[in-house]
C-alpha cells in the first residue's frame, strides 16, 4: 500500500468517524449520564465492535452479508430495534446529575457491552467495511498485511475521534445539573437514538 492510497484511506475514515452515528450519540449520551470514566468504557466496547467487523471483513464474511439480503435484513432489524429500545430508556430518564457519583450510576462492564451490541448490531458498518476496503488492496502485495494497515487506521481514529465526543459531552455536563435541563438532553439523544433506528430500519440494500 502507498502512502497516497493510506491517505486517502485516512481522510475516507476519518469523515466516517466524524458523522453522527449510533456510536457518536452514545459515546456523548454516555459521556453526559456516566461521566467520562463511563465514556471511556464506552468507546472501548465500540471499538471491540468495530474490531469484530474488521475480522469478519478480513475473513470474507463482510462479502458474504454485503451478498445477502436476508443477513442484511435480520441484522438490520436487529440493530434498529436495539437502537430504538436505547432511545426509549434514554428518553424516559429523568433527574439532574449527581457529578460525584457518575462512576457508580451505572457499572462500566455494562456501558461496554452496550456500545459492543452498537456497533455489532449495525449492518451499515460491515456492508461499508466489505464495500470500502477492496478499494485500497493492492493486489499484488501481501493482502493479510493491508487489511491490518486499514483496520488499525480504523480503530485508532475512530478512537480520537470518540474521545473528542466523550470529551465534548462531560464538559456540557458541568453545566447541566437542574432536572429539567437533564430531561431535556435525555429526551434529546433519546430521540437521536431513535432516529438512528428508524434510518437503519428503513436502510436498503444497494
Known amino acids: 500500500m502507498t502512502l497516497d492510497w493510506w491517505l486517502t484511506y485516512l481522510l475516507t475514515t476519518s469523515i466516517l468517524s466524524l458523522s453522527p452515528g449510533s456510536g457518536a450519540i452514545n459515546t456523548m449520551s454516555t459521556g453526559i449520564s456516566h461521566g467520562y470514566r463511563g465514556a471511556v468504557a464506552s468507546i472501548a466496547g465500540l471499538q471491540l465492535g468495530l474490531a469484530i467487523h474488521i475480522v469478519l471483513v478480513g475473513i470474507g464474511l463482510g462479502a458474504l452479508i454485503?451478498?445477502?439480503?436476508?443477513?442484511?435484513?435480520?441484522?438490520?432489524?436487529?440493530?434498529?430495534?436495539?437502537?430504538?429500545?436505547?432511545?426509549?430508556?434514554?428518553?424516559?430518564?429523568?433527574?439532574?446529575?449527581?457529578?460525584?457519583?457518575?462512576?457508580?450510576?451505572?457499572?462500566?462492564?455494562?456501558?461496554?457491552?452496550?456500545?459492543?451490541?452498537?456497533?455489532?448490531?449495525?449492518?451499515?458498518?460491515?456492508?461499508?467495511?466489505?464495500?470500502l476496503f477492496p478499494q485500497f488492496i493492492i493486489p499484488h502485495q501481501p493482502q493479510a498485511a493491508q487489511y491490518v494497515v486499514l483496520g488499525v487506521t480504523t480503530v485508532v481514529v475512530d478512537i480520537i475521534v470518540m474521545i473528542g465526543y466523550a470529551t465534548l459531552a462531560t464538559r456540557i455536563a458541568n453545566w447541566v445539573k437542574a432536572p429539567k435541563q437533564m430531561q431535556l438532553l435525555n429526551r434529546i439523544f433519546g430521540s437521536l437514538f431513535m432516529l438512528v433506528g428508524v434510518l437503519l430500519a428503513s436502510a436498503r440494500k444497494v
Not at 439532574?96 to 451490541?117: E, G, H, Q, T, W
Open 66 to 131: 454485503s451478498s445477502s439480503l436476508m443477513a442484511f435484513e435480520i441484522l438490520k432489524w436487529l440493530g434498529a430495534a436495539y437502537l430504538i429500545w436505547l432511545g426509549i430508556c434514554q428518553w424516559r430518564s429523568a433527574g439532574a446529575i449527581d457529578l460525584n457519583a457518575l462512576a457508580s450510576s451505572m457499572p462500566r462492564r455494562r456501558l461496554f457491552k452496550r456500545a459492543i451490541l452498537v456497533n455489532l448490531t449495525n449492518p451499515k458498518s460491515i456492508v461499508f467495511l466489505a464495500a
